[in-house]
């Protein structure tokens, strides 16, 4: 799916981005990344703030499985809280989360020719005791979600002890294997979505995160 050529740009105008060509080479070679930092203290720390506080207006609602066509809710598959985020009502914290993404889907649509022309993200709580078993975020009647992006907003003193790591499952010279990913404040993964099935094991600390897809119309 991920394809990338440097020939075209020679008669264009072109910087390069070591950071998201990191990205490229992760799902070129992996169709997975982790990005260390894609976001700061700072800034995780800000964006967890607005999620806390539209969590304590009670706005979030039980996640449910299915896309939004066809949609129910089963505790047995997943434990979350979710809230969408809609970008033109987005305040100072959320847009700076959409400009970091904008640039990268940009960069992503000029160098891979992805044709990512929609992304939608969502807040995610995790309480103490849920999880997400495994699944593909891609769905029978809607297969436009090419890229899964997981932006983790955890407090800075998170510990693997504290669970809800996701388990990515791929196949490794013919023997599938379960790749484990603790959610650190600021850490950012991004996967194929119609490619890698994940889960997000049990929580024993509150996960906080953003979670989302780009694309295609």
Request: proline share 3%; net charge negative.
């Amino acid at each position: 799916m991920i394809s990338s050529s440097s020939e075209l740009f020679e008669q264009l105008e072109f910087k390069e981005n070591p950071l998201y060509e990191k990205i490229i080479s992760g799902l070129l070679e992996d169709q997975y990344c982790i990005v260390e930092d894609f976001f700061d203290a700072e800034e995780v720390g800000s964006i967890r703030t607005v999620l806390l506080n539209k969590y304590e207006e009670e706005r979030f609602k039980k996640a449910a499985i299915g896309n939004r066509v066809n949609e129910t809710i089963e505790k047995a598959v997943r434990g979350d809280f979710i809230l969408w985020i809609n970008e033109s009502e987005a305040g100072e914290a959320e847009q700076l989360f959409f400009r970091k993404i904008n640039a990268l889907v940009e960069y992503l649509n000029k160098t891979c020719f992805l044709g990512i022309l929609q992304k939608e993200f969502h807040y995610a709580i995790y309480p103490e005791g849920t999880f997400y078993k495994r699944h593909l975020d891609t769905f029978q009647n809607d297969d436009r979600r090419k890229l899964s992006l997981v932006c983790y907003l955890n407090d800075e003193d998170w510990k693997p002890e504290n669970g809800g790591e996701l388990v990515i499952y791929k196949e490794e010279n013919g023997v599938e294997v379960a790749k484990s990913i603790y959610p650190f404040p600021g850490r950012v993964v991004i996967f194929e979505s119609q490619v890698l099935e994940h889960e997000v094991k049990p929580v024993k600390t509150t996960r906080l995160s953003i979670t989302g897809w780009l694309k295609t119309r």
